[in-house]
Each structure stands twice: as structure tokens, then as C-alpha cells.
């Protein structure tokens, strides 16, 4: 166990300890929604079928890699923070503080939320809707929660940016903050390749 400077023992921030009891109930959550996806996919083959043909599945796969890549830079977010560094000290993104890494993994989430509404629009328009099939309203309920997430996750993005700039000395307890945010992001981008996988890719093969 690591012994703080004046020989305590550092314990973990309650805060992350919250944020990691409160993330194990959100997969108990996920897993109820996959649980009943895989149940009705079970009992209703033909409408699955159906509906892949529908999707536009190379649109969502770039979607999928623009989370995945909002993951990659929350992380590099988190490297700044250990750092203690809230922004950039130089030119190129070797450089880039909390603040740089942060805005531009809040870009890509809101860029996946719009790919996703452009995919309920595009839907809606040829006149697919929850109403339509068991698929569908397993398909809506799904990527519509794992959407309310994101849109979670953005706004704590946007926490922290303020709170980034605000402050006049970087230390420990912002670091922190950063690095619970990320917790959270990287399990939203898990759930979503998850979802992702059995709403897209396994009815292919199923």
C-alpha cells in the first residue's frame, strides 16, 4: 500500500469509490437491457432479420470509432491530470493539458450523439419507429439509453472544463475529478462496443 509523505497510508477518494459502486449498478442496468434484447431476439428471429437490412451499419461502424476514439484522448486527458498539468506548455499534442484532451474528447462525444440522431431522423424518414417491430423497440431502448449516458458524460466533461479554468492551482483534488469523469467515459465507450456488437454485427451472423 502506498504511504503518503508524512507516512500515511493514502486512501482512495470516496469520490472514485462512489463513481466505481455507482458504475457496478449501472452494468447491473445494461445487463438487464441486454438480457431482454437477447430474450426477444430468441423469440423473434424474423423481425431481427428485417431489421439489419435496414441499418446502415458502415455509418454506425464510423460512429463506433469516433467514440472509441473520444476514449483514447479522455486518456490521454488523465496522463495531463497525473501530471498536474491543466493545459498546454507547448506547441503539438504532446503538449496538451487536462483542458485540450478534455475538449476535444467532449467534440467527439457530441459528434457520436449527432451520428446518432442523424440515424433516428434517417430512420424516422423512411418510417421506422419503436412502434414498428419487437426490433425496433429493442433497438430505440438500447442505443437511446446508452445516448442519455453520453449526453451524461458530456455534461461532466463540461464540469470539468470549467472547473479546469477556473481554478488557479491544479492540484490533486482536480486531478481526481478528471479521472473519475474518465471511469465513467471509458464505461460508457465498453457499453457501447457491446451494444454495438449485438445490434449490429451478430444478427449478420446470427
Same mark, same amino acid.
Given at each position: 500500500? !502506498?504511504?503518503?509523505?508524512?507516512?500515511?497510508? &493514502?486512501?482512495?477518494?470516496?469520490?472514485?469509490?462512489?463513481?466505481?459502486?455507482?458504475?457496478?449498478?449501472? #452494468?447491473? =442496468?445494461?445487463? %438487464?437491457?441486454? /438480457?431482454?434484447?437477447?430474450?426477444?431476439?430468441?423469440?423473434?428471429?424474423?423481425?431481427?432479420? *428485417?431489421?439489419?437490412?435496414?441499418? !446502415?451499419?458502415? =455509418? %454506425?461502424?464510423? &460512429?463506433? #470509432? #469516433?467514440?472509441?476514439?473520444?476514449?483514447?484522448?479522455?486518456?490521454?486527458?488523465?496522463? %495531463?491530470?497525473?501530471?498536474?498539468?491543466?493545459?498546454? #506548455?507547448?506547441?503539438?499534442?504532446? &503538449?496538451?493539458?487536462?483542458?485540450?484532451?478534455?475538449?476535444?474528447?467532449?467534440?467527439?462525444?457530441?459528434?457520436?450523439?449527432?451520428?446518432?440522431?442523424?440515424?433516428? /431522423?434517417?430512420?424516422?424518414?423512411?418510417?421506422?419507429?419503436?412502434?414498428? *417491430?419487437?426490433?425496433?423497440?429493442?433497438?430505440?431502448?438500447?442505443?437511446?439509453?446508452? /445516448?442519455?449516458?453520453?449526453?451524461?458524460?458530456?455534461?461532466? =466533461?463540461?464540469?470539468?472544463?470549467?472547473?479546469?479554468?477556473?481554478?488557479?492551482?491544479?492540484?490533486?483534488?482536480?486531478?481526481?475529478?478528471?479521472?473519475?469523469?474518465?471511469?465513467?467515459?471509458?464505461?460508457? *465507450?465498453?457499453?457501447?462496443?457491446?451494444? =454495438?456488437? %449485438?445490434?449490429?454485427?451478430?444478427?449478420?451472423?446470427?
Amino acid at each position: 500500500m !502506498n504511504k503518503s509523505a508524512r507516512g500515511g497510508i &493514502n486512501r482512495p477518494s470516496a469520490t472514485a469509490v462512489g463513481t466505481i459502486v455507482w458504475l457496478a449498478s449501472e #452494468v447491473m =442496468f445494461f445487463s %438487464a437491457i441486454f /438480457a431482454v434484447y437477447f430474450t426477444l431476439w430468441a423469440t423473434s428471429t424474423g423481425q431481427w432479420q *428485417d431489421g439489419i437490412k435496414i441499418l !446502415n451499419i458502415p =455509418f %454506425a461502424a464510423v &460512429n463506433t #470509432v #469516433v467514440l472509441v476514439l473520444s476514449s483514447v484522448t479522455c486518456q490521454f486527458g488523465v496522463f %495531463a491530470a497525473e501530471r498536474l498539468q491543466p493545459r498546454r #506548455v507547448g506547441r503539438g499534442m504532446k &503538449n496538451w493539458g487536462v483542458i485540450e484532451w478534455f475538449f476535444l474528447s467532449f467534440v467527439l462525444g457530441a459528434w457520436f450523439v449527432s451520428g446518432q440522431v442523424f440515424e433516428y /431522423a434517417t430512420l424516422y424518414h423512411e418510417g421506422v419507429t419503436m412502434a414498428t *417491430d419487437t426490433f425496433w423497440s429493442a433497438f430505440f431502448v438500447g442505443t437511446g439509453f446508452h /445516448a442519455l449516458h453520453v449526453l451524461g458524460g458530456l455534461m461532466a =466533461f463540461l464540469v470539468i472544463l470549467g472547473r479546469t479554468f477556473a481554478t488557479r492551482k491544479y492540484g490533486h483534488r482536480e486531478a481526481q475529478s478528471a479521472i473519475v469523469v474518465s471511469y465513467y467515459w471509458h464505461f460508457v *465507450d465498453v457499453i457501447w462496443l457491446i451494444l =454495438f456488437t %449485438a445490434v449490429y454485427i451478430l444478427p449478420l451472423i446470427g
